[in-house]
Each structure stands twice: as structure tokens, then as C-alpha cells.
């Protein structure tokens, strides 16, 4: 009963001073819009133009309150600043297979991105 006593105490010690596990981080999108009519979405300070589908981090530095900064894909529209916005927003996004853009709405047809997640 002893070396019972002793082998259960030795393995909660143990436990307990094992280190928590780290939460799972995801690869992070580092996407920038304004303060010109300029937007960019980089993963490891390279534009990105292909990705494999899984969740993804992305921190959106909105540099001016008249942009935003919208990421649409099949069946996922979200804006992830609003037009009046100016700082920093991290969001993590589940991207699927498709083709996927990013854009700011107010002036999409000037200032936006593709991507294709496979």
C-alpha cells in the first residue's frame, strides 16, 4: 500500500509541474489598407496569392477612416474593419477551397486582392 501511496503522489507531482501545453497558433496574414488607395494582404512579408484551406490569423493595420478592409470566399463575406476604423484588428478566419479576394468596399474597383486557397 505504501509504494501505491508513493507512486500516486510521484505522478501528481509530476503533473502538476509539467508545463501547460501552448494553445495551437495559426499562420498569420498580415494585411494593411490605406492611407493611400493601397491594400495588401502578406504572409512572411510576401504577397499572397495561394494558401492551403485551414484557419489563418489575420492582422488588418487600417491606416485611414475611409477604407476597410472585407475578405470574401465561398459562402464567408466579413468585413474585418469598418469605414471610419483606424487601427489594428486581429481576426482568425477558417479559409475553404475556392477562389478568395480582399478588398476595400467603398473602393473595390481600385483596391483589392485575389487569392485561390487549394
Known sequence: MKILTTLAAATLAAALAAPAAAPM???????????????????????????????YTFVISDRSAIHNFVVEGPRFERALTRVGFVGRKTVTILLRKGKWEFYCAPHESVMHGDLRVT
Open 25 to 55: 497558433s495559426h499562420p498569420k496574414l498580415v494585411g494593411t489598407v490605406g492611407p493611400g488607395f493601397t491594400i495588401t494582404l502578406k504572409r512572411n512579408g510576401k504577397p499572397v496569392k495561394t494558401l492551403k484551406a485551414g484557419r
